[in-house]
């Protein structure tokens, strides 16, 4: 049997089902992006420094952001924040192709951003325009002002952009009872590698953990077939440890006997324990 979520494989009658973790992170994914939303929609501050909850999602977005499944995310968040920082408006496809490199269609992406309200998708003589909406612009115009390392607030919240973007299509997962649900996803595919290091992260906190080792990692992340390459690339990304430019989701990391082992940046322990304080209270 495989697990429609994270493709966790074992014995069974049935060709899928869904694990034991995915039942456990799936009510987690969704309390997060309900609140994460309601942030964005109020737009009454976009500021991780007193939102702890969007630094989550914007180091989540830095531990994967180079990961095939989810890099054209990224490109695109990265690129739309840069445009809405110049004051521009409007972004056509001529613009869109010549800055943002991909194999993909644009149509599953644009409809993901749009679904959103982040942008509003036009023709104009046969051609796509994407037009920035007061949600993104909102969003830029807060960080602007005042801000001497602009390029390195920029790239802060293009993480962040790109979090909120990646999270909406992990709560499309949460809420996956079949694997036709699956199949409505963008490309028809789930983002496995975001899923599941993001479920062994996550839920590593919210199980009052405030430390794991790297082979606690990899023996779950093994478990879904995700690749010792792969593997290597999130390892990396723990390490690069300065919350202004990069992930601020580890805090300290030691090494004894041939194993690291990697401390949870406090704000992670705290959030974790407001989350499942949420989740316990709705699922009563």
């Known amino acids: ?5 994270c493709g966790l494989v074992k014995r069974g009658n049935e060709d899928f089902f869904i694990c034991d973790d995915c039942l456990q992170f799936s009510p987690v994914v969704q309390e997060i992006f309900e609140e994460i939303h309601q942030v964005f929609e109020n737009q009454k501050t976009i500021d991780p420094q007193t939102n702890k909850l969007l630094s989550l999602i914007g180091d989540g977005s830095f531990i994967t952001q180079r990961n095939p499944q989810t890099a054209i995310y990224y490109k695109l968040s990265e690129f739309i924040v840069a445009q809405a920082f110049d004051g521009k ?7 869109l192709n010549r800055n943002v490199t991909t194999t993909r269609s644009w149509n599953d992406i644009l409809v993901v951003f749009e679904d959103l309200g982040l942008i509003k998708v036009t023709l104009e003589k046969y051609r796509r325009v994407l037009v920035l909406t007061k ?27 790109a979090g909120y973007v990646l999270l909406y299509i992990l709560s499309l997962i949460a809420s996956a009872n079949n694997i036709s649900d699956i199949e409505h996803l963008p490309y028809k595919q789930r983002p496995k590698t975001l899923w599941t290091v993001l479920m062994f992260l996550w839920l590593t906190a919210y199980d009052k953990n405030e430390q794991f080792t790297e082979e606690d990692m990899r023996y779950f992340i093994s478990k879904r077939r995700i690749p010792s390459t792969t593997r290597g690339k999130i390892t990396r990304a723990l390490q690069a440890m300065d919350g202004r430019t990069v992930q ?5 990391i030691s090494f004894k006997d041939g194993e690291r082992t990697f401390t949870f940046e406090d704000y992670v322990s705290i959030e974790m324990e407001r989350i499942r304080e949420n989740v316990r209270k709705r699922t009563r």
């Open 1 to 5: 049997m495989l697990c429609i979520k």
């Open 248 to 252: 601020g989701l580890i805090k300290d």
């Open 135 to 161: 949600k993104t612009k909102n969003m830029a115009v807060q960080f602007r002002s005042g801000e001497p390392t602009s390029k390195q607030v920029q790239l802060r919240l293009a993480h962040i952009y």
């Open 89 to 95: 408006e409007r972004i056509s496809e001529e613009e």
